[in-house]
């Protein structure tokens, strides 16, 4: 080691000790409950009531994902749940393409006045009462189609794939095709999509995400229970507390009280997470790549 | 037309922004009516500015407005600083592993939903089989019903928000740290600063940016606080300090069909929101030159 090379001081030292330890605090207190409630949903009725699960389960059982399992309306909604996050997805990935491609292109005149009608959006809005009348008018209550169409475009995502546009598929390629006598449309489908894969997999699944989780628009505008997502389901049972009889019958008899009540919870906190959170670490870096690209300003 | 194609390809996704972001725009002309099915939002008798006045008049309502800036404020003040924090101390840390497990598990509870955050607070703070009253109870203190405080529901709120979103608010910082010219770095090592000069010097001057655009939107959200995680919180206990502005619309105008004055209250939210935006932007760029527009 030269004497020129500036060692890390006592007080960086300590300074880095303090960033470790300030960062294993925040691990720990995001891990914690998760880690708790996984723990708690493997674990018996008795144990979870008597306050005796902390970090590991204690009397391993499955009888609370048996209880999940047996009940129709969780099946249901995860039915409902897939429809609409697949097929909301094609729509969005697709009007979201469609609109930002051309608002990307110098070649399309009136681009300015149309991102000045999406970004006014951004900051004003009607309100949930004149959307819920439009939602009516249209016939779309309590439908499927109530659940796609209203939600059909999130003007942040345009702007996003606006920018990914701009900043990878040159304007000279678009010239070039041009001249060859390609026209915009089949320039568009043959080579902007083909290259903008990774923008595709961003929208996508940043919509898909928000389908799978949302409930709002499941609360205003559906009643019939057959046409309910997941969430709407959980928050009966979760939240206004109401398990059904069907759910904890089957059950050893012994069993059939308070005590299954709140392990049921747990697992079924675990059942309706899972699904993301088992994707989650693969299409990460997607996301990251989605709110890098949502930073730039375009 | 040469480009016709682009004006083919828009149509649909424009004809959508038209519908259903600005008809409903129009559609608030109901606030300045009184709204019936049978005639429609066109057909139903004029009434001015009646529902306003019944607004202003009612001493709950400004209640409400009360509770959602508080919870609005209080969000930004806990939350606007904490993935700055989370990114600087992150920025420090040159191991890989260390590095990425924090960073992978402090993003993932931004996927996992509403109706999930909040039964886990309502599992988890149970009275009786939670876990917090199981710490409670091991350390011997007395087990409280948190939700059916109306003091704490504030805190509830905004630190479940801090748990959940943190992480992933860090990223856009984090990446701003990542495009530091390393040559700064060089130069200060070189004049024997240490890493809390280097973070005070260089790296918090490089986020200001970023810092002041999102602190303009945020400002300007103030008023929006959003509906579906607080209306999931809500019990009869914590209705005082719980009830804000979009759950308060939901309830009058859904729940209780009265769409003009509901719509009224939509309308002042938004208009208000549209307000602090600008101001918000005007001072920025006189300020900071750093603005939305």
């Given at each position: 080691?030269?004497?020129?090379?500036?060692?890390?001081?006592?007080?960086?030292?300590?300074?880095?000790?303090?960033?470790?330890?300030?960062l294993s605090v925040v691990l720990i207190v995001i891990l914690f409950p998760l880690l708790h409630i996984v723990s708690a949903s493997f674990s018996s009725p008795g144990a979870v009531s008597s306050g005796k699960v902390w970090l590991w389960p204690v009397d391993v059982t499955l009888i609370g994902y048996k209880a999940v399992f047996q009940n129709s309306n969780i099946l249901i909604g995860f039915g409902n749940s897939l429809f609409y996050a697949v097929v909301g997805t094609l729509v969005n990935v697709a009007f979201t393409v469609m609109l930002a491609y051309p608002l990307a292109r110098k070649t399309f005149y009136v681009r300015n006045i149309i991102m000045m009608l999406l970004v006014f959006t951004m900051f004003f809005d009607g309100g949930l009462i004149p959307n819920y009348l439009l939602v009516k008018s249209l016939g779309m209550l309590d439908t499927r189609w109530a659940m796609i169409i209203p939600g059909a475009l999130a003007v942040f995502q345009v702007i996003i794939a606006r920018t990914f546009f701009q900043t990878t598929i040159p304007e000279e390629l678009a010239e070039a095709a041009e001249m060859d006598g390609s026209s915009d449309i089949t320039f568009f489908l043959k080579i902007v999509l083909p290259l903008s894969k990774p923008i595709l997999a961003v929208l996508a699944l940043m919509y898909a995400v928000g389908h799978w989780n949302s409930y709002f628009n499941a609360l205003i505008y559906l009643k019939d229970s057959s046409l309910f997502p997941l969430q709407i389901f959980l928050r009966d049972i979760l939240i206004l507390n109401s398990v059904s009889a069907e759910m904890v019958t089957n059950v050893n008899e012994l069993l059939v009280r308070e005590g299954l009540k709140d392990l049921l919870k747990y697992s079924l906190i675990v059942v309706a997470s899972a699904p993301v959170l088992v994707i989650y670490p693969f299409v990460q870096k997607y996301f990251v790549k989605g709110v890098m690209i949502g930073s730039l300003k375009g | 037309m040469k480009h016709w194609q682009f004006y083919l390809l828009v149509f649909f996704p424009l004809?959508?922004?038209?519908?259903?972001?600005?008809?409903?725009?129009?559609?608030?002309?109901?606030?300045?009516?009184?709204?019936?099915?049978?005639?429609?939002?066109?057909?139903?008798?004029?009434?001015?500015?009646?529902?306003?006045?019944?607004?202003?008049?009612?001493?709950?309502?400004?209640?409400?407005?009360?509770?959602?800036?508080?919870?609005?404020?209080?969000?930004?003040?806990?939350?606007?600083?904490?993935?700055?924090?989370?990114?600087?101390?992150?920025?420090?840390?040159?191991?890989?592993?260390?590095?990425?497990?924090?960073?992978?598990?402090?993003?993932?509870?931004?996927?996992?939903?509403?109706?999930?955050?909040?039964?886990?607070?309502?599992?988890?703070?149970?009275?009786?089989?939670?876990?917090?009253?199981?710490?409670?109870?091991?350390?011997?203190?007395?087990?409280?019903?948190?939700?059916?405080?109306?003091?704490?529901?504030?805190?509830?709120?905004?630190?479940?928000?801090?748990?959940?979103?943190?992480?992933?608010?860090?990223?856009?910082?984090?990446?701003?740290?990542?495009?530091?010219?390393?040559?700064?770095?060089?130069?200060?090592?070189?004049?024997?600063?240490?890493?809390?000069?280097?973070?005070?010097?260089?790296?918090?001057?490089?986020?200001?940016?970023?810092?002041?655009?999102?602190?303009?939107?945020?400002?300007?959200?103030?008023?929006?606080?959003?509906?579906?995680?607080?209306?999931?919180?809500?019990?009869?206990?914590?209705?005082?300090?719980?009830?804000?502005i979009s759950t308060y619309v939901y309830k009058v105008g859904l729940l209780g069909a009265n769409f003009s004055f509901s719509a009224a209250i939509g309308l002042f939210n938004s208009v208000i929101n549209f307000i602090l935006l600008v101001i918000v932007n005007y001072v920025s760029r006189k300020v900071s030159s750093t603005s939305l527009w």
């Open positions: 080691m030269s004497r020129s090379t500036i060692r890390e001081s006592a007080a960086d030292r300590i300074f880095l000790g303090i960033v470790y330890l300030f | 004809v959508y922004i038209i519908l259903f972001k600005y008809v409903p725009m129009f559609g608030v002309l109901i606030a300045f009516k009184e709204y019936n099915v049978v005639q429609g939002i066109f057909g139903s008798p004029w009434v001015g500015f009646d529902y306003f006045r019944q607004l202003f008049d009612a001493p709950f309502f400004w209640q409400y407005v009360r509770n959602t800036l508080e919870i609005s404020l209080y969000g930004l003040l806990v939350g606007f600083p904490a993935p700055i924090l989370l990114a600087l101390a992150l920025n420090e840390i040159r191991n890989g592993r260390f590095k990425k497990t924090v960073q992978m598990v402090t993003y993932a509870p931004y996927f996992i939903s509403t109706v999930v955050i909040v039964s886990i607070l309502i599992v988890n703070l149970s009275p009786n089989t939670g876990l917090m009253s199981n710490l409670f109870r091991a350390l011997g203190l007395e087990t409280v019903d948190f939700l059916g405080v109306p003091e704490l529901f504030k805190s509830i709120y905004v630190w479940s928000d801090v748990w959940q979103f943190t992480g992933y608010g860090a990223i856009i910082y984090i990446a701003a740290l990542a495009g530091v010219n390393p040559d700064l770095y060089e130069a200060a090592r070189v004049d024997g600063a240490t890493r809390f000069q280097k973070i005070v010097n260089i790296d918090i001057p490089s986020l200001f940016p970023v810092i002041v655009i999102l602190l303009i939107l945020n400002l300007g959200n103030l008023m929006s606080l959003g509906f579906e995680k607080i209306y999931l919180m809500q019990n009869p206990l914590n209705q005082n300090t719980s009830e804000v």
